[in-house]
T-cell receptor
Framework: ETGVTQTPRHLVMGMTNKKSLKCEQH?????MYWYKQSAKKPLELMFV???????ENNSVPSRFSPECPNSSHLFLHLHTLQPEDSALYLC???????????????FGPGTRLLVL | DAKTTQPNSMESNEEEPVHLPCNHS???????IHWYRQLPSQGPEYVIH???SNVNNRMASLAIAEDRKSSTLILHRATLRDAAVYYC??????????FGKGTRLHILP
């Protein structure tokens, strides 16, 4: 498989559940990202990992907990979420996290999350 | 962060060229102009980027104004599969990608 993959593609969970989103990149990149896309809002950057170390955390509530065990895998652990957390969660990767202005990010298809 | 302004939506007929405008009047000399698009039910995908000169690739062309305060993404022959939200993004050196609301492009058969 090529590119960036995400599982599951759809997830419905209750507010007391614990679930995890998984992202895998097959591009040999060193940086991985989590974004949130709510209805009618622009994409919001949540977390950035570079070489398995978190380099950015954009004031995301602690009910979202990222994990990057190696440069190819990224998880987003979810617990006690709220209905307003329902959104499309997108994973992306790039060669580095330095943000060099010519660099391209490659996105996965996203996980559509519904919190009831 | 440098800002861009795009129309909320545009329509075009299938098999005709499409010109998607973007204004970025506060662009600085080292900002690159990037375009991404997001097809329905998919994550964004890279389309093209440039600094000063016009750029072409297999997906599109990017025309950059001489003063760099605006740019235009050109799809030479639109197909139904080009219906998407197109994002124009400025990237400063060592800066993250910041997505705006983009332009929703509708293609009419």
């Amino acid at each position: 498989e090529t590119g960036v993959t995400q599982t599951p593609r759809h997830l419905v969970m209750g507010m007391t559940n614990k679930k995890s989103l998984k992202c895998e990149q097959h591009l040999g990149h060193n940086a991985m990202y989590w974004y949130k896309q709510s209805a009618k809002k622009p994409l919001e950057l949540m977390f950035v990992y570079s070489l398995e170390e978190r380099v950015e955390n954009n004031s995301v509530p602690s009910r979202f907990s990222p994990e990057c065990p190696n440069s190819s895998h990224l998880f987003l652990h979810l617990h006690t979420l709220q209905p307003e957390d329902s959104a499309l969660y997108l994973c992306a990767s790039s060669q580095s996290a330095s943000g060099r202005h010519q660099e391209t990010q490659y996105f996965g298809p996203g996980t559509r999350l519904l919190v009831l | 962060d440098a800002k861009t302004t795009q129309p909320n939506s545009m329509e075009s007929n299938e098999e005709e060229p499409v010109h998607l405008p973007c204004n970025h009047s506060t662009i600085s000399g080292t900002d690159y102009i990037h375009w991404y698009r997001q097809l329905p039910s998919q994550g964004p995908e890279y389309v093209i980027h440039g600094l000063t000169s016009n750029v072409n690739n297999r997906m599109a062309s990017l025309a950059i104004a001489e003063d760099r305060k605006s740019s235009t993404l050109i799809l030479h022959r639109a197909t139904l599969r080009d219906a998407a939200v197109y994002y124009c993004i400025l990237r400063a050196y060592y800066d993250k990608i910041i997505f705006g609301k983009g332009t929703r492009l509708h293609i009419l058969p």
